[in-house]
């Protein structure tokens, strides 16, 4: 990256890194929707996905506000954090964890993506640059409201629902400790009544 040599190239800079990142959810987010057990979920994906081509198109209209090239700079961070989030959904052999993991990275790139549309509205201000102030402030609460469904998804319905797969399976292994000590007792008894019958008959033989 060259050096910054005015309060202007910082901004689009920033835009650029912004535009960069959503272009690469944008690739990702329609194959991570399809490996999603929760509805509502899948539902959130996809509308975050709209949010995003949004937001691209917004910026075009930013950059050409500004007389400048959108160019190929590429968002390196935002790039790491879809990778964890990759990562981690190929590391999951047992499904109740993967909408947990992933609700759980999606939360970390909007984290991420709240921070750097807060940070761009406010260069923009500074510079009136009202297209891309529009544009930041409208998706940073967007943003906001996304990263709270998510919140709640979390605590109501995906994060309640692998700990009760967890309650079931341990049920489960209870259940089937509980049947095999009471095949154990019966063999027990079994074994005590064939000794038994066989020290009656020795006594009888006599």
Same mark, same amino acid.
Not at 102 to 122: D, P, R, V
Not at 140 to 167: Q, S
């Given at each position: 990256? /060259?050096?910054? =040599?005015?309060?202007?190239?910082?901004?689009?800079?920033?835009?650029? %890194?912004?535009?960069?990142?959503?272009?690469?959810?944008?690739?990702?987010?329609?194959?991570?929707?399809?490996?999603? #057990?929760?509805?509502?979920?899948?539902?959130?994906?996809?509308? /975050?996905?709209?949010? #995003?081509?949004?937001? !691209?198109?917004?910026?075009? &209209?930013?950059?050409?506000?500004?007389?400048?090239?959108?160019? /190929?700079?590429?968002?390196?961070?935002?790039?790491?954090? !879809?990778?964890?989030?990759?990562?981690?959904? &190929?590391?999951? &052999?047992?499904?109740?964890? =993967?909408?947990?993991?992933?609700?759980?990275?999606?939360?970390?790139? %909007?984290?991420?993506?709240?921070?750097?549309?807060?940070?761009?509205?406010?260069?923009?201000?500074?510079?009136?640059?009202?297209?891309?102030?529009?544009?930041?402030?409208?998706?940073?609460?967007? #943003?906001?409201?996304? &990263?709270?469904?998510?919140? /709640?998804?979390?605590? %109501?319905?995906?994060?309640?629902?692998? !700990?009760?797969?967890?309650?079931?399976?341990?049920?489960?292994?209870?259940?089937?400790?509980?049947?095999?000590?009471?095949?154990?007792?019966?063999?027990?008894?079994?074994?005590?009544?064939?000794?038994?019958?066989?020290? #009656?008959?020795? =006594?009888?033989?006599?």
């Amino acid at each position: 990256m /060259r050096s910054m =040599r005015s309060p202007q190239e910082l901004l689009t800079s920033e835009l650029k %890194e912004i535009y960069s990142a959503e272009r690469q959810l944008s690739r990702v987010l329609p194959r991570v929707a399809k490996q999603v #057990g929760s509805p509502r979920l899948r539902e959130m994906l996809d509308q /975050r996905r709209e949010q #995003g081509a949004a937001l !691209i198109e917004q910026l075009d &209209d930013a950059f050409e506000e500004m007389n400048v090239s959108k160019g /190929r700079q590429k968002n390196i961070a935002a790039e790491g954090l !879809i990778e964890d989030m990759n990562q981690h959904l &190929d590391a999951v &052999d047992d499904e109740r964890f =993967r909408d947990p993991l992933l609700l759980a990275s999606m939360q970390k790139i %909007e984290h991420y993506c709240i921070a750097a549309w807060g940070t761009a509205a406010a260069m923009g201000r500074l510079l009136k640059q009202q297209k891309a102030v529009q544009a930041m402030e409208q998706v940073l609460n967007e #943003g906001k409201e996304f &990263d709270n469904e998510m919140t /709640r998804l979390a605590e %109501e319905e995906v994060n309640p629902r692998m !700990i009760e797969g967890e309650e079931e399976e341990g049920a489960e292994d209870e259940e089937q400790e509980e049947e095999e000590d009471e095949d154990e007792k019966e063999q027990g008894r079994q074994q005590e009544s064939s000794r038994g019958r066989r020290s #009656g008959s020795r =006594r009888q033989s006599r």
